[in-house]
C-alpha cells in the first residue's frame, strides 16, 4: 500500500517506562485492570526498528512521499516538486524532483539527490532506481559508507542490489576533509571501478593505484579490501624490518578466510642474508575441539647451509566419545624444530618455539563414576648451546594416572586417592642416572571443619612409591627401590570483620590468622634418583603445604609450624579488595634431612619471613609486592614490586623491580602514552580526523646487577586519524653473550588495510594493557545516522 502526502510527516514512537507511568496515574482504573490480574501490554519490537530489516518484511512496507507540489494518477505514477522526499523503510531519496511509478517501482529523481541507505550516504545529479529491489543507477555521486567512514567520488554508480554496487572511475579514502581549497586526503585510492559487497564486507578495485601523500605507492590490476570488520581473504599489511643478523626482513602476510570457523593465514618472509622463509598457521574451531598449526620452512639457510624448519601445534578436545571409554577428553601439544640454533635465530617465530625446551605433550582422559583416568606420552626436544648446556628433562612415555576424590562421606569425612605408573627415560650420559619405571600411590583422608568465621582441618595421608631401574644403582647396587612416607597435618584459621575509615573512606577490614602444621617422619630417599622431583617456590601459594618439593620423588621430613595473617579492605557496597596485606613464617622444630642432589640439610629453625602486598586504593592506581625476607641478615632474599598506572584507554605506564639475591636484579618498565601529553598539547583518544597524533610505546629490561639491557622494545606510532605509521626497534637475548635485534616499519590504511602484522603482535604480546589504536567495539547504527 502507498501513501501520498502534501506537506506532512509522521511519526512512530514507543512509550518509555515513565510514559507507562504517567499513563496510570492519569487512567488508575486501566492500572487496577492490571493489577487485578489481566496482563499489561508488551512492547514488541517492530521490523522497521532492525539494522537489517529481513526481506518478507521490506515487501510489506508503505512507502511515504511528500513535497510542496504533489500532483499523479493513483496506482500508476506520483511527480513531486521542490523538497521531494520518497521513505520506505531503511531507504529515503531526496530531491528537487522526483516521480515515482508505482507499477514497476520505479524512482526517478534530479537535482540535488541524496539517498540514505541504512546510513550509507549517495549524493548526485541524477537516480533512476527501482526502490524495493534496490537496483539502478546513479549519475555523478558522492558517497560515504556507514561502516568504516569511507567516502569518495565517481562518475557513476550502477547499484546491483540493496547489498552491492559497482562503482565507476572512483576514488575511496577514509580522511575526512579539513577547511581550505588545497586540502587533499594523506591516501586515496584511485580505480577504473569499485566493486562493494556489503553483505561480504569487501570492497574489489580494478586498475588501481594507491596514493600516500601524494606519491604512488601501490598499483596493481585488482586488489580486495575490507568495508568492515568480517573477516575476508586478502593480504594483510606487509611489515619491513632489518635484522642484525638476518638482514633485510620483508613479510607479505596472506589472510584465507576458509570458513565462519576456520581460518589460514600465510606468512612468507623474504631474509636478503637468509633466504625466503615460508610460514603458516591454521586455525579451526569446532563445537567439541579447536587448535592452532603454525609451521616454518626456510630451504637451504646460507647462514647456516642447511634447511630450517619449525612446528608448533595446539589441538584441544575436551569433549570426545571414545570407543570403550565414553566420555573423554584429549589434548595435543607438538613443538619441534630443525636444529638447536632455532630459537637463537628465529626467536619470534611461535612463542612456543623460542624455549630452549620443547614440549610434545599428549593427553587423554576418561571417567568411569567418580574415578578420572589419564594416559599422557610427553617427550622434549632440547635444544643445547656449548656455552650453557642444560640437563634434560626426563621423558613420560606413557603415564597412566587414576584419582578418585570424595567428599560428604559419613562423619564429614573427606578422602582424596591418586595411583600413577611413569615410565622415565632421557639420556644417561646427561643426567647421570638410569632411566626407569616408576608407579606410586596417595591415599588422603581429613576432616574439614568449617563456619563463616573460622575453619580447622586435620589430614592424614600415605605415599608410597616403587621403582624399577634399567641398571643398577651405584650408590647400593640395587636394581629397585621402595619407599613408604606417612604424613599428618593441621590446618586452622580465623576470619573477623570489623567497619573501618581510612582516608574518608569507609571499607570492612578483615583479620584471618591462620596456623598450619606439618608431621612427616625421616624416610631415606636422598640416594634415589630424581626424576620429577624440584624445590617449590617459597610464596603464599606453597608455604601452607605439606610437601616442600613438587613432583613424587622426594616427599620432605617436616615437623614444623607455618604461622601468618592476612588483613584486608573490602568495599562495604560492593565487596571490591581496596587492598591486601600479608605474612608468613615458618617455625622447624627438626631439621629437614631429605634433599634434592646438591643441596644440604635444611637446619635453620626459622625460615625467612614472607611479606605480601596488593594495593587499589584508587581505580588508575595498582601495586602489588611480595618480599622474602632473612631476619638474620637483614636483608630481602627475593623480592618482587610492582605498580601500574592506568588513568585512561591508551595511557598506561608499569613497573616492576625483582631481585633474587646473589643471581638477578632487573627492572622492568612498560608503557604507551600520548607524547603530546608528555610535552604539552592536545589529549583524549585516538585522532578521529587526520588530525595527527604520536604515542611513545615499549618496554625495557635493565638488570641491575649486570648493568646491560636484557631485553628491549622501543617504538613510535603515529594516528593520523586516517592511516596509521609504525616503527619498533626489537632486543631480545639470544644466549649468554649474543642477542637478536631489528627494526620495525609498519603504515596502516585506516579502513582499507587491516590488522595483524608482526609489528601490531610484538607490541600486544611484550607491553602491559598495549591496546590497538583503532579497535572498534561496537558497529555504527543506520539509526545514528537517519533522515
Same mark, same amino acid.
Given at each position: 500500500?502507498?501513501?501520498?502526502?502534501?506537506?506532512?510527516?509522521?511519526?512512530?514512537?514507543?512509550?518509555?517506562?515513565?510514559?507507562?507511568?504517567?499513563?496510570?496515574?492519569?487512567?488508575?482504573?486501566?492500572?487496577?485492570?492490571?493489577?487485578?490480574?489481566?496482563?499489561?501490554?508488551?512492547?514488541?519490537?517492530?521490523?522497521?526498528?532492525?539494522?537489517?530489516?529481513?526481506?518478507?518484511?521490506?515487501?510489506?512496507?508503505?512507502?511515504?512521499?511528500? *513535497?510542496?507540489?504533489?500532483?499523479?494518477?493513483?496506482?500508476?505514477?506520483?511527480?513531486?516538486?521542490?523538497?521531494?522526499?520518497?521513505?520506505?523503510?531503511?531507504?529515503?531519496?531526496?530531491?528537487?524532483?522526483?516521480?515515482?511509478?508505482?507499477?514497476?517501482?520505479?524512482?526517478?529523481?534530479?537535482?540535488?539527490?541524496?539517498?540514505?541507505?541504512?546510513?550509507?550516504?549517495?549524493?548526485? =545529479?541524477?537516480?533512476?532506481?527501482?526502490?524495493?529491489?534496490?537496483? *539502478?543507477?546513479?549519475?555523478?555521486?558522492?558517497?560515504?559508507?556507514?561502516?568504516?567512514?569511507?567516502?569518495?567520488?565517481?562518475?557513476?554508480?550502477?547499484?546491483?542490489?540493496?547489498?552491492?554496487?559497482?562503482?565507476?572511475?572512483?576514488?575511496?579514502? =577514509?580522511?575526512?576533509?579539513?577547511?581550505?581549497?588545497?586540502?587533499?586526503?594523506?591516501?586515496?585510492?584511485?580505480?577504473?571501478?569499485?566493486?562493494?559487497?556489503?553483505?561480504?564486507?569487501?570492497?574489489?578495485?580494478?586498475?588501481?593505484?594507491?596514493?600516500?601523500?601524494?606519491?604512488?605507492?601501490?598499483?596493481?590490476?585488482?586488489?580486495?579490501?575490507?568495508?568492515?570488520?568480517?573477516?575476508?581473504? !586478502?593480504?594483510?599489511?606487509?611489515?619491513?624490518?632489518?635484522?642484525?643478523?638476518?638482514?633485510?626482513?620483508?613479510?607479505?602476510?596472506?589472510?584465507?578466510?576458509?570458513?565462519?570457523?576456520?581460518?589460514?593465514?600465510?606468512?612468507?618472509?623474504?631474509?636478503?642474508?637468509?633466504?625466503?622463509?615460508?610460514g603458516a598457521e591454521f586455525r579451526y574451531l569446532e563445537p567439541g575441539y579447536n587448535g592452532v598449526v603454525r609451521g616454518n620452512y626456510l630451504p637451504n639457510d646460507r647462514l647456516r647451509d642447511r634447511d630450517r624448519w619449525g612446528i608448533a601445534a595446539l589441538h584441544t578436545q575436551p569433549n570426545v566419545v571414545l570407543p570403550g571409554l565414553g566420555a573423554s577428553s584429549l589434548s595435543l601439544a607438538v613443538n619441534r624444530v630443525s636444529d638447536d640454533n632455532y630459537w637463537r635465530d628465529f626467536s619470534r617465530n611461535s612463542a612456543s618455539l623460542t624455549q630452549r625446551l620443547l614440549a610434545n605433550d599428549f593427553n587423554l582422559g576418561w571417567g568411569w563414576q567418580d574415578v578420572r583416568f589419564a594416559a599422557r606420552t610427553l617427550k622434549w626436544q632440547t635444544l643445547q648451546d656449548p656455552l650453557a648446556p642444560i640437563v634434560p628433562p626426563y621423558d613420560r612415555a606413557p603415564q597412566f594416572t587414576a584419582r578418585q576424590t570424595r567428599s560428604n562421606l559419613p562423619g564429614g569425612l573427606e578422602t582424596f586417592v591418586e595411583g600413577d605408573y611413569t615410565r622415565f627415560s632421557s639420556d644417561p650420559l646427561r643426567t647421570l642416572q638410569p632411566n626407569a619405571h616408576r608407579s606410586y600411590a596417595l591415599a588422603q583422608l581429613s576432616r574439614p571443619w568449617q563456619a563463616p568465621g573460622w575453619f580447622f582441618v586435620p589430614k592424614a595421608q600415605l605415599h608410597t612409591r616403587h621403582y624399577t631401574f634399567d641398571d643398577r644403582l651405584a650408590s647400593t647396587g640395587r636394581g629397585n627401590a621402595d619407599v613408604t612416607v606417612p604424613t599428618l597435618s593441621l590446618?586452622?584459621?580465623?576470619?573477623?570483620?570489623?567497619?573501618?575509615?581510612?582516608?574518608?573512606?569507609?571499607?570492612?577490614?578483615?583479620?584471618?590468622?591462620?596456623?598450619?602444621?606439618?608431621?612427616?617422619?625421616?624416610?631415606?630417599?636422598?640416594?634415589?634418583?630424581?626424576?620429577?622431583?624440584?624445590?617449590?617456590?617459597?610464596?603464599?601459594?606453597?608455604?601452607?603445604?605439606?610437601?616442600?618439593?613438587?613432583?613424587?620423588?622426594?616427599?620432605?621430613?617436616?615437623?614444623?609450624?607455618?604461622?601468618?595473617?592476612?588483613?584486608?579492605?573490602?568495599?562495604?557496597?560492593? !565487596?571490591?579488595?581496596?587492598?591486601?596485606?600479608?605474612?608468613?613464617?615458618?617455625?622447624?622444630?627438626?631439621?629437614?634431612?631429605?634433599?634434592?642432589?646438591?643441596?644440604?640439610?635444611?637446619?635453620?629453625?626459622?625460615?625467612?619471613?614472607?611479606?605480601?602486598?596488593?594495593?587499589?586504593?584508587?581505580?588508575?592506581? !595498582?601495586?602489588?609486592?611480595?618480599?622474602?625476607?632473612?631476619?638474620?641478615?637483614?636483608?630481602?632474599?627475593?623480592?618482587?614490586?610492582?605498580?601500574?598506572?592506568?588513568?585512561?584507554?591508551?595511557?598506561?605506564?608499569?613497573?616492576?623491580?625483582?631481585?633474587?639475591?646473589?643471581?638477578?636484579?632487573?627492572?622492568?618498565?612498560?608503557?604507551?602514552?600520548?607524547?603530546?601529553?608528555?610535552?604539552?598539547?592536545?589529549?583524549?583518544?585516538?585522532?578521529? +580526523?587526520?588530525? +595527527?597524533?604520536?604515542?611513545?610505546?615499549?618496554?625495557?629490561?635493565?638488570?641491575?646487577?649486570?648493568?646491560?639491557?636484557?631485553?628491549?622494545?622501543?617504538?613510535?606510532?603515529?594516528?593520523?586519524?586516517?592511516?596509521?605509521?609504525?616503527?619498533?626497534?626489537?632486543?631480545?637475548?639470544?644466549?649468554?653473550?649474543?642477542?637478536?635485534?631489528?627494526?620495525?616499519?609498519?603504515?596502516?590504511?585506516? +579502513?582499507?588495510?587491516?590488522? *595483524?602484522?608482526?609489528?601490531?603482535?610484538?607490541?600486544?604480546?611484550?607491553?602491559?594493557?598495549?591496546?590497538?589504536?583503532?579497535?572498534?567495539?561496537? =558497529?555504527?547504527?543506520?539509526?545514528?545516522?537517519?533522515?
Amino acid at each position: 500500500m502507498h501513501h501520498v502526502r502534501n506537506k506532512a510527516s509522521i511519526a512512530r514512537f514507543a512509550l518509555s517506562p515513565v510514559a507507562l507511568v504517567v499513563a496510570g496515574l492519569l487512567h488508575p482504573a486501566a492500572a487496577q485492570e492490571r493489577a487485578d490480574g489481566e496482563a499489561a501490554p508488551r512492547l514488541k519490537a517492530a521490523p522497521q526498528l532492525r539494522e537489517d530489516i529481513p526481506a518478507d518484511a521490506r515487501r510489506e512496507l508503505p512507502t511515504f512521499v511528500e *513535497g510542496d507540489r504533489v500532483q499523479g494518477r493513483t496506482d500508476l505514477e506520483t511527480i513531486v516538486e521542490g523538497n521531494a522526499v520518497l521513505r520506505r523503510g531503511d531507504t529515503v531519496i531526496r530531491a528537487r524532483r522526483l516521480e515515482y511509478h508505482q507499477p514497476d517501482d520505479l524512482a526517478r529523481a534530479t537535482g540535488d539527490v541524496r539517498i540514505n541507505k541504512a546510513g550509507n550516504i549517495f549524493e548526485g =545529479t541524477l537516480l533512476e532506481l527501482h526502490v524495493d529491489a534496490f537496483q *539502478g543507477f546513479f549519475n555523478q555521486p558522492r558517497y560515504r559508507f556507514l561502516q568504516n567512514g569511507a567516502y569518495g567520488e565517481a562518475d557513476r554508480i550502477d547499484f546491483l542490489d540493496e547489498k552491492r554496487a559497482v562503482i565507476r572511475n572512483a576514488t575511496y579514502t =577514509t580522511c575526512q576533509a579539513r577547511p581550505g581549497p588545497s586540502w587533499m586526503p594523506d591516501w586515496i585510492l584511485r580505480a577504473a571501478s569499485i566493486s562493494i559487497n556489503q553483505e561480504e564486507e569487501t570492497g574489489v578495485a580494478e586498475n588501481a593505484v594507491l596514493r600516500f601523500k601524494g606519491v604512488p605507492i601501490l598499483g596493481v590490476p585488482s586488489i580486495s579490501f575490507p568495508t568492515g570488520d568480517k573477516r575476508k581473504s !586478502g593480504v594483510l599489511p606487509p611489515t619491513i624490518g632489518i635484522d642484525n643478523k638476518s638482514g633485510l626482513e620483508l613479510t607479505l602476510p596472506y589472510y584465507w578466510n576458509i570458513a565462519p570457523n576456520r581460518d589460514a593465514t600465510l606468512y612468507p618472509t623474504l631474509m636478503s642474508r637468509r633466504g625466503v622463509d615460508l610460514g603458516a598457521e591454521f586455525r579451526y574451531l569446532e563445537p567439541g575441539y579447536n587448535g592452532v598449526v603454525r609451521g616454518n620452512y626456510l630451504p637451504n639457510d646460507r647462514l647456516r647451509d642447511r634447511d630450517r624448519w619449525g612446528i608448533a601445534a595446539l589441538h584441544t578436545q575436551p569433549n570426545v566419545v571414545l570407543p570403550g571409554l565414553g566420555a573423554s577428553s584429549l589434548s595435543l601439544a607438538v613443538n619441534r624444530v630443525s636444529d638447536d640454533n632455532y630459537w637463537r635465530d628465529f626467536s619470534r617465530n611461535s612463542a612456543s618455539l623460542t624455549q630452549r625446551l620443547l614440549a610434545n605433550d599428549f593427553n587423554l582422559g576418561w571417567g568411569w563414576q567418580d574415578v578420572r583416568f589419564a594416559a599422557r606420552t610427553l617427550k622434549w626436544q632440547t635444544l643445547q648451546d656449548p656455552l650453557a648446556p642444560i640437563v634434560p628433562p626426563y621423558d613420560r612415555a606413557p603415564q597412566f594416572t587414576a584419582r578418585q576424590t570424595r567428599s560428604n562421606l559419613p562423619g564429614g569425612l573427606e578422602t582424596f586417592v591418586e595411583g600413577d605408573y611413569t615410565r622415565f627415560s632421557s639420556d644417561p650420559l646427561r643426567t647421570l642416572q638410569p632411566n626407569a619405571h616408576r608407579s606410586y600411590a596417595l591415599a588422603q583422608l581429613s576432616r574439614p571443619w568449617q563456619a563463616p568465621g573460622w575453619f580447622f582441618v586435620p589430614k592424614a595421608q600415605l605415599h608410597t612409591r616403587h621403582y624399577t631401574f634399567d641398571d643398577r644403582l651405584a650408590s647400593t647396587g640395587r636394581g629397585n627401590a621402595d619407599v613408604t612416607v606417612p604424613t599428618l597435618s593441621l590446618d586452622s584459621g580465623l576470619v573477623m570483620e570489623r567497619p573501618t575509615t581510612l582516608f574518608g573512606r569507609s571499607f570492612v577490614q578483615t583479620l584471618e590468622p591462620r596456623a598450619f602444621y606439618v608431621y612427616t617422619p625421616f624416610r631415606a630417599q636422598n640416594q634415589l634418583p630424581n626424576y620429577d622431583s624440584g624445590l617449590n617456590d617459597f610464596n603464599f601459594a606453597t608455604v601452607y603445604t605439606e610437601n616442600s618439593f613438587g613432583g613424587n620423588d622426594r616427599i620432605a621430613d617436616n615437623n614444623l609450624l607455618t604461622v601468618g595473617a592476612t588483613t584486608r579492605l573490602l568495599d562495604p557496597d560492593t !565487596g571490591a579488595e581496596a587492598a591486601k596485606f600479608a605474612i608468613a613464617q615458618r617455625i622447624r622444630f627438626k631439621d629437614q634431612r631429605v634433599v634434592l642432589p646438591g643441596q644440604e640439610p635444611v637446619s635453620e629453625r626459622l625460615s625467612d619471613i614472607l611479606f605480601g602486598a596488593s594495593v587499589t586504593f584508587v581505580p588508575h592506581w !595498582g601495586g602489588e609486592g611480595t618480599v622474602q625476607y632473612n631476619p638474620k641478615t637483614g636483608r630481602s632474599i627475593r623480592s618482587t614490586v610492582g605498580v601500574r598506572y592506568n588513568p585512561s584507554d591508551f595511557h598506561v605506564i608499569s613497573a616492576a623491580y625483582r631481585l633474587q639475591r646473589g643471581l638477578s636484579e632487573q627492572i622492568d618498565v612498560g608503557w604507551q602514552w600520548p607524547l603530546a601529553d608528555v610535552f604539552g598539547g592536545r589529549s583524549g583518544p585516538p585522532a578521529e +580526523g587526520c588530525t +595527527g597524533r604520536w604515542y611513545s610505546v615499549g618496554r625495557l629490561n635493565w638488570s641491575l646487577k649486570d648493568r646491560r639491557l636484557v631485553e628491549g622494545i622501543l617504538g613510535l606510532e603515529y594516528d593520523a586519524g586516517c592511516w596509521i605509521g609504525r616503527v619498533v626497534v626489537e632486543r631480545l637475548q639470544a644466549g649468554t653473550t649474543t642477542a637478536n635485534k631489528r627494526i620495525l616499519f609498519q603504515l596502516e590504511f585506516v +579502513g582499507f588495510s587491516r590488522l *595483524g602484522s608482526s609489528a601490531l603482535q610484538t607490541l600486544k604480546q611484550n607491553i602491559p594493557r598495549y591496546q590497538y589504536l583503532r579497535e572498534r567495539v561496537d =558497529t555504527p547504527s543506520r539509526f545514528s545516522n537517519y533522515d
